[in-house]
């Protein structure tokens, strides 16, 4: 059998040219969506704490500030991949720049923790249209050599948001309100949006489906449910709580009806035949469990440093550096060790890498040395490089590139609800295991506010500062509570990464022989073709 021969290139010589200045100006756009939610990890402690400094913020509205987000985010991003390719890429990014710079200046404003809930939603709404934009309109700027390298600069980018984020925000801490964390992002909007007008391309599908508002409206019920229920359930210190459970299987029946009806639909806002493509499947399982685990651990490792540790913001987003330069250094270059090895090996030893650095937080105490801290950090981000990169290229070339804005919003829907889940449910392991160790110790604090200081670390010392001297017997015990939790929750991530890493092993390609690789890619393109 004659295999096809490669086709001419699809890309105008005048968009060629500046490819590089267009990949520049989609990962400025990727910047903030990434930055808003790193700057908020740093923020979360100084807007727990009481007015005027912060908004008083539970545990459980802190989960909702970052939940909201994350759930709206994931729950638009099938629409808008395909309002993307309907009407075209650098409209749909455009007009999501000026909502989410919008929602940031009114996040920045807000006077209660539900109004900064809803702002942050409103911003969601944005960043939905943003994301899946850059990586498709990637994908229609570069010919199919140089993709796998453009996607390892545009995974970097994540890891110069991180960088930037939380030193940003750890700054802006130290100078301004908690606001000032939100209103960063309308002066970045507003530069990434003249050099879009100036230099990004648009591009569509020439035979695009409709919009499918059904699937999208039971997606977001059947998500906000299921994540409602689980919080809930670590609220309460008990998933057998009838709410819980009822909550949790409405969200479950749902999104099984989400499932059924985009099989039926003829204008699916998630074609679940992609998903016959076991290598396509495992690499959308192997982003979720990987940010399930990271986002979880995140979440605890921000009160690790400030309140157990007692590092400053702007500290505890140093301290995250060692991450970000590894995801920056590692993310362009995986493409090499999958060239050599394959993505089978490159992922999944990626993915225990990841799991042998969740394990390491169990064993972290009050006095550990910061620099084993540093070290972790650094392999976390090494682990992090060789999933990302590897996953996103597979994903994006398993479809024709017509079909860009679906592959990333499917990429990006399933990292966003593997990251909401993961704090859902580890921020929901870590409530409860905190408030089984410190009920006991909460003897001298008066009846009526027993609840709130077993709710987390940060509303025990709350309590104990109102005590005075009194409160002071407080303390050792809420550390000793916390650090408890933090080695629970620490153990169930790596066992989720573990998962992952059995998931890339056994169903992603290993490294294909040499005579055989060149007729692959070209049995590939023939099918996106």
């Known amino acids: 059998m004659t295999t096809p021969p490669l086709p001419a290139p699809r890309i105008s010589e005048a968009v060629h040219r500046r490819r590089w200045a267009i990949l520049g100006v989609l990962m400025l756009s990727l910047l903030i969506v990434v930055l808003d939610n790193s700057i908020l990890n740093v923020a979360i402690k100084t807007i727990s704490t009481p007015a005027p400094t912060g908004l008083g913020a539970t545990q459980s509205e802190l989960e909702w500030a970052i939940n909201a987000y994350t759930l709206v985010f994931a729950g638009?991003?099938?629409?808008?991949?395909?309002?993307?390719?309907?009407?075209?890429?650098?409209?749909?990014?455009?007009?999501?720049?000026?909502?989410?710079?919008?929602?940031?200046?009114?996040?920045a404003e807000s006077g209660s923790p539900t109004q900064l809930i809803a702002f942050r939603a409103l911003m969601a709404l944005g960043a939905a249209f943003v994301m899946p934009a850059?990586?498709?309109?990637?994908?229609?700027?570069?010919?199919?050599?140089?993709?796998?390298?453009?996607?390892?600069i545009w995974a970097g980018g994540v890891g110069l948001a991180i960088a930037i984020g939380p030193?940003?925000?750890?700054?802006?801490?130290?100078?301004?309100?908690?606001?000032?964390?939100?209103?960063?992002?309308?002066?970045?909007?507003?530069?990434?949006?003249?050099?879009?007008?100036?230099?990004?391309?648009?591009?569509?599908?020439?035979?695009?489906?409709?919009?499918?508002?059904?699937?999208?409206?039971?997606?977001?019920?059947?998500?906000?449910?299921l994540v409602y229920g689980i919080i809930k359930g670590g609220e309460l210190a008990d998933f057998t709580d009838v709410q819980v459970l009822s909550t949790i299987g409405a969200g479950l029946v749902v999104l099984a009806a989400f499932v059924v009806f985009e099989k039926r639909s003829d204008h699916p806002s998630l074609d679940v035949t992609y998903f016959k493509n076991k290598v396509f499947s495992a690499a959308m399982a192997a982003i979720a469990l990987v940010f399930f685990a990271l986002m979880g651990v995140t979440f605890f490792a921000v009160f690790y440093t400030q309140s157990v540790r007692g590092y400053s913001p702007l500290q505890s987003g140093l301290l995250m550096l060692p991450l970000a330069a590894a995801q920056m250094i590692f993310a362009p270059r995986a493409r090499l060790l999958v060239d050599r090895f394959g993505n089978k090996a490159t992922t999944g030893v990626g993915l225990l890498v990841l799991a042998g650095t969740l394990a390491a937080f169990a064993t972290f105490e009050a006095d550990t040395p910061i620099w084993v801290l540093e070290v972790v950090f650094f392999l976390m981000g090494a682990g992090m490089a060789h999933v990302m990169t590897p996953t996103s290229v597979v994903i994006m070339q398993s479809l024709p590139r017509e079909k860009a804005g679906s592959a990333s919003a499917l990429s990006n829907t399933f990292r966003q609800v593997g990251g909401a889940l993961g704090i859902a449910v580890l921020g929901s392991v870590l409530s409860t295991a905190y408030r089984n160790g410190i009920e006991g110790k909460l003897g001298l604090v008066p009846a009526g506010l027993r609840d709130t200081a077993g709710e987390s670390i940060e509303a025990t010392l709350g309590v104990a500062a109102k005590l005075g001297p009194r409160g002071q017997a407080l303390v050792d015990p809420a550390n000793n509570a916390f650090l408890h939790a933090m080695h629970v929750t620490a153990l169930c991530g790596t066992v989720v990464a573990i998962l992952g890493a059995l998931v890339a092993f056994l169903f992603l390609p290993g490294k294909p022989p040499a005579r055989q690789k060149g007729e692959e890619e070209q049995e590939l393109v023939a099918a996106a073709e």
């Open 76 to 107: 638009l991003l099938f629409t808008a991949g395909l309002i993307g390719d309907r009407v075209g890429r650098k409209k749909v990014l455009l007009s999501g720049l000026v909502v989410f710079g919008i929602g940031s200046a009114l996040a």
């Open 134 to 152: 850059t990586l498709a309109v990637l994908m229609n700027v570069f010919e199919r050599e140089e993709q796998p390298k453009a996607i390892g």
């Open 167 to 225: 030193i940003t925000g750890g700054v802006l801490l130290d100078h301004f309100w908690w606001g000032s964390v939100f209103l960063i992002n309308v002066p970045i909007v507003l530069l990434a949006l003249a050099l879009m007008v100036w230099l990004v391309p648009d591009s569509r599908d020439p035979k695009p489906g409709r919009v499918d508002p059904i699937g999208v409206v039971l997606s977001v019920v059947g998500l906000v449910l």
